[in-house]
């Protein structure tokens, strides 16, 4: 069958708009997907000097006064003479008395520390360290080996960072959903795109109480069905799936039945109802079509039907293929029968 042929039986009472896979169809979904970009408020945040709040634990130092360094003995470890700032954001400290220290930079408080004590000791040397981050933190959940929070240190953590910390459950995981959410908005990360070269999880610095979350895959399929050796329902890791690599994990084209018919990709079956699909059209007798397939990407909720139905029977395809759950588990099972 013709393109013009093709595109005529996309008229206007069908649900499906028929669109040929061709290297200019191709070229054009490549141009959208390179513009698909970070959101720049990501990429252009820069972490503040870390702010002190309540939970982190200081460690101060007044030099040449062991007394006030050191209350509980200079042989104690120390986290034994750390000072933990209280759920209202102070701590007391000799000479000073009570300080309001929530909300400052270590250099802040350092300085705080100074001139007070400077009443008493002459020319007093201070310094201020955390020794115990407890106030800040970044949250998981989902698809991660450890999902425990992770606290925000003096040093800026990265999103690559932060999430080899947690470690990735990759078998169970959909690498291309991961979610930012920060300060009430989602934002959606492919994290497969640290592993090819692109590195933009180095680029994202991550801010206090931000949470992560990174699906499983369960819900992240694409079916294959028709004449294939094994109608599958694939499940998603990665954004990069081709149509050759899940024919192939479908077993490939049925060599009796197939008869190096046309290949559907059908996307859109969800809300048909009110915007209509797509179909896109790979003519498998063509000598580039394996050329084209390996270059054509699928998508989560795609449906790749190879068969000898002709494009005029799409409308009743269609209503026949719902509810996909249906036809993919008896299309499954009767393969299963056959081959036993």
């Not at 109608?231 to 009796?256: I, Y």
């Not at 190879?306 to 099972?333: D, E, K, M, Y």
Request: hydrophobic share 35%; aromatic share 8%.
């Amino acid at each position: 069958m013709s393109t013009n042929s093709l595109m005529r039986s996309a008229d206007e009472n069908s649900r499906v708009d028929i669109v040929p896979i061709t290297p200019k169809q191709i070229a054009m979904d490549k141009a959208a997907a390179a513009t698909a970009a970070l959101p720049p408020e990501l990429l252009s945040y820069k972490p503040e000097p870390y702010r002190i709040g309540a939970g982190d634990t200081l460690y101060i130092t007044v030099w040449d006064h062991p007394e006030l360094t050191s209350p509980a003995g200079a042989q104690q470890q120390t986290q034994a003479n750390g000072r933990l700032v209280r759920s209202d954001g102070t701590l007391f400290y000799p000479y000073v008395g009570e300080l309001k220290v929530s909300g400052l930079t270590i250099e802040e408080l350092r300085k705080a520390i100074s001139d007070k004590l400077a009443k008493y000791v002459e020319k007093p040397q201070v310094d201020v360290n955390i020794v115990g981050y407890g106030s800040q933190r970044i949250t998981f959940q989902g698809a991660f080996v450890k999902t425990d929070p992770q606290p925000m240190t003096a040093v800026p953590t990265t999103l690559a960072q932060a999430v080899g910390s947690a470690y990735v459950n990759v078998p169970l995981a959909d690498l291309s959903g991961l979610v930012l959410t920060r300060d009430g908005h989602d934002y959606h990360i492919d994290l497969d795109a640290l592993t090819n070269g692109q590195k933009i999880g180095e680029d994202i610095y991550l801010k206090p109480d931000d949470h992560l979350f990174l699906p499983y895959n369960d819900r992240h399929e694409m079916y294959v069905i028709g004449e294939v050796n094994r109608p599958s329902v694939l499940s998603f890791k990665t954004t990069d799936m081709t149509l050759t690599q899940a024919l192939g994990r479908a077993g490939g084209l049925n060599p009796t039945t197939s008869k190096g018919k046309s290949v559907y990709v059908i996307r859109g079956l969800k809300d048909s109802d009110t915007v209509k699909g797509t179909v896109y059209q790979l003519d498998a007798r063509s000598p580039d079509a394996f050329i084209l397939a390996d270059q054509f990407k699928v998508k989560a909720g795609d449906v790749v039907f190879v068969g000898p139905a002709g494009v005029t029977r799409w409308n009743r395809f269609l209503t026949q293929l719902l509810p996909l759950s249906s036809i993919i588990t008896n299309a499954a099972s009767a393969q299963y029968n056959l081959d036993h």
